[in-house]
């Protein structure tokens, strides 16, 4: 399952399964995409359904390994990741370097096991209110889910999983 950026930072207030699944399109991908968000309806850690969650490896845009699959992201760690890997962004920037992204921090509004903090999620990324706050993580910790507060006003990395979503009423 490919693991990538959308082409520009965002505050909290985003369409964001929007923008992934456009920008994913617009790139020629033919998957479905979502935010790697938690939202109002969903845990991050739920994202990706159930029968891709353990034996499909998380790689970048170009294939190169970030996890071994979905569940070891959340094992407590904080999403530990290779910081040799890049991430790139749908059109192929490396999200760690171009400067496109001044700060190097990602949208997540999750806890450390993907759960979603209502209390730091930007009003479900409905507002970029500089009162509001978000979880994020700074990717220098090499780590996706690090635990630090921002305010929604921040225009920060945000994430977008693969996610060929088939509907199975056995759930």
Known sequence: LHLVALNLP???????????????????????????LS??????????RKTDRYHLPIVNLKGETLF???????????????VHVPIYSFDGRNVMTDPSWPQKVMWHGSTANGIRLVSNYCEAWH????????????????????QKIYSC??????L???????????G
């Open 127 to 146: 507002t970029a209110d500089v009162g509001a706050t978000g979880q994020a993580s700074p990717l220098k910790t090499g780590k996706l889910l690090d």
């Open 39 to 48: 939202s109002h309806l969903q845990d991050l850690a739920t994202v990706v």
């Open 10 to 36: 965002f505050s909290g207030d985003m369409r964001a399964d929007f923008q992934c699944f456009q920008q994913a399109q617009l790139a020629g991908l033919t998957s479905t995409y979502r935010a790697f």
């Open 160 to 170: 977008c999983i693969e996610n060929s979503f088939v509907s199975d009423p056995q």
């Open 68 to 82: 071994n699959n979905w569940e070891s992201i959340f094992n407590g760690n904080g999403g530990q990741f290779n």
């Open 153 to 158: 006003s921040n225009q920060f990395i945000v």
